[in-house]
């Protein structure tokens, strides 16, 4: 069923505890990495998410065999054997409905010095550029797609041989700083990436990339260093780190509801952007090992605050959204300001149909607090801006329906079983078809 809405009825507090699966921003990159293994590779804790259905199948047509086995806990465990790759050139449709596709050309590149596929999908914030990538490529000897005129919209790479090169990121980026040390893994000789991105994915990624034989130093800091391996044997077995962002929508989710939701199986310092500001606005954030616990004491005021997204260890853009409908609710004027992507803010007029009072100058939204959300129809832009829109619907009285609702599935596995173990009154409903004028 391609096209499907969520038919949420609010109100209700979540209450309970929630599971957090593995991270979509590292596992996409460590199945593009796993594609350079000379042997074999067991990857646990996979997040069971449409973006790693499309990557798996991107993979699979280069020629790899990738064994999906459903892990008890309702992740999946993936068995990879990329051997029996027998082309440069990444041609599945899909390549064009995700992003992180673009980590073939660093993969492909170390794997085979060749590398071809067209420009990436992705959600839609405006121009998304890869410049950064294709010139540090050329730096490291690769010649073909010119980022000034991709002909086409076929990027085709060549590097004989793959050299390893100093790399400056003049802006920092996550997708540039991963696809360079998927490409240097292999490269003759040392690579180094200045002003590189720090977030828990990139070490991820690093880490997968040394199980698998690399020599890999400095992923978390804004310097990385790789020397150049000849194999990289693998036959190991990795578990992928928990969703940092899934984790701080189910924190955002307990809050917007005045629920009491312990929030399981994360690395509480990864939330240290989100919890620090929840904190300042009024709400409890307990801490344990491997989980937080989200609630409010009924007697404190949620005053609003300003945040401003940065790349990590700042306030991670990807919970820009859900972070505004938490800034909705809250007492006073807010202020956001979206620093990494140019144009993330289409979901707000979504957010006004629901009663939000937000004004938009440049890439600052000024938020006035509400007493309430209102249901509404409403459709899901991109990824996080239907899980947005889902924190704001389980908030607001009524039912309110969420179009598109297959945009929030490329993110979050089992969201409607495990909205529902918390008390959530979700399901999904067929498209609504947009917009029933409700004044007519
Ligand atoms: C990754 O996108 C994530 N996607 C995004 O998450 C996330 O928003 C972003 O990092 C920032 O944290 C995946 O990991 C699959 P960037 P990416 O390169 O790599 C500019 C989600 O919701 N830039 O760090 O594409 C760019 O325009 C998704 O899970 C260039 O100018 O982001 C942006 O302003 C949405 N040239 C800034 O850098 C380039 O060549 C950061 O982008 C590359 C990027």
């Excluded at 660093?106 to 992705?122: D, E, F, I, T, V």
């Excluded at 000897?141 to 085709?156: E, F, H, L, M």
């Excluded at 006073?332 to 629901?354: A, C, F, H, T």
Aim: glycine letters at 10%; hydrophobic letters at 40%.
């Amino acid at each position: 069923m391609e096209s499907y809405s969520y038919k949420i009825t609010g109100g209700k507090p979540l209450k309970g505890h929630v599971n957090i699966s593995g991270s979509k921003n590292a596992v996409l990159g460590i199945l593009a990495a796993s594609m350079m293994v000379d042997g074999t590779c067991t990857l646990e804790n996979v997040p069971d998410i449409s973006d790693v259905h499309v990557m798996v199948k991107i993979c699979e047509s280069l020629g790899a065999k990738i064994e999906t086995e459903l892990a008890p806990e309702g992740s999946v465990t993936l068995h990879i054997d990329p051997r029996g790759i027998d082309t440069y050139k990444a041609t599945d449709p899909g390549v064009s409905k995700i992003r992180a596709s673009y980590y073939l050309l660093g993969a492909l590149l170390g794997r085979c010095g060749k590398a071809s596929l067209r420009m990436p999908g992705g959600c839609d914030f405006g121009q998304r550029p890869i410049d950064l990538h294709l010139k540090a490529f050329r730096l490291m000897g690769a010649k073909g797609a010119d980022y000034r005129n991709i002909n086409g919209g076929i990027i085709t790479l060549n590097a004989d041989p793959l050299r390893g090169a100093k790399i400056f990121l003049d802006i920092v980026s996550v997708g540039a700083t991963i696809n360079v040390m998927l490409a240097a893994a292999k490269a003759q000789g040392n690579t180094t990436i200045v002003n590189a991105a720090k977030e828990p994915h990139i070490v991820d990624v690093a880490n997968f990339l040394n199980a698998m034989g690399a020599r890999i130093k400095g992923a978390g800091t804004d310097t990385i260093k790789i020397q150049g391996v000849s194999t990289l044997p693998g036959n190991f077995t990795y578990s992928i780190i928990p969703d940092q962002i899934e984790a701080g929508t189910y924190m955002i989710a307990a809050a917007v509801t005045n629920g009491d939701v312990t929030v399981h199986n994360i690395i509480p310092t990864h939330m240290d952007p989100l919890s620090s500001k929840m904190r300042e606005m009024g709400y409890t954030i307990d801490e344990g090992d491997d989980y937080v616990r989200v609630y409010r004491d009924p007697e404190e005021q949620i005053w609003g605050t300003n945040v401003k997204t940065a790349p990590y260890p700042g306030f991670p853009t990807d919970l820009q959204p859900q972070t505004v409908v938490l800034l909705c609710l809250s007492q006073g004027q807010s202020k956001m300001d979206e620093d990494v992507w140019e144009n993330r803010y289409q979901y707000i007029p979504e957010l006004i149909r629901m009663g939000a009072n937000i004004n938009i100058f440049d890439h600052v939204a000024l938020v006035n607090g509400i007493d309430h959300f209102n249901c509404a129809q409403v459709k899901a832009t991109d990824l996080r801006a239907g899980a947005a829109l889902v924190c704001a619907a389980l908030a607001a009285d009524g039912t309110t329906y969420i179009d598109e609702a297959r945009r929030i599935d490329r993110g979050y596995e089992k969201i409607v079983d495990k909205l529902k173990s918390l008390g959530a009154d979700i399901e999904v409903a067929s498209s609504v078809g947009f917009y029933v004028d409700t004044e007519a």
